[in-house]
């Protein structure tokens, strides 16, 4: 048999308010596809510095592709 849990008054107020700050911030967005999903989270989710120059060093290093040859002989 379970015994009912008395709350005081400010405990329940503060439960009450721990229940409505939860369900603020659980507000769920649904998807169409992965990419937009992940086209979402990459606004949102700030790069460290740290992979951000580490990323920008990898790429520099990166040989840059050739012009194919019709730009070549069409000088675009």
Known sequence: MK???K???QEQKQ???DLQ????QSA???FATAEE???HDAIHTP???AIAYRLQNSIAQVPRPRRSWWQR???S
Do not use: C, D, S
């Open 73 to 75: 002989w069409f000088g």
């Open 28 to 30: 769920t967005r649904e």
């Open 21 to 24: 700050h939860g369900q603020e």
């Open 37 to 39: 999903m992940l086209r």
């Open 7 to 9: 709350f005081k008054a």
């Open 3 to 5: 015994r009912p849990i």
């Open 47 to 49: 790069v460290p510095p």
């Open 15 to 17: 439960t009450q308010a």
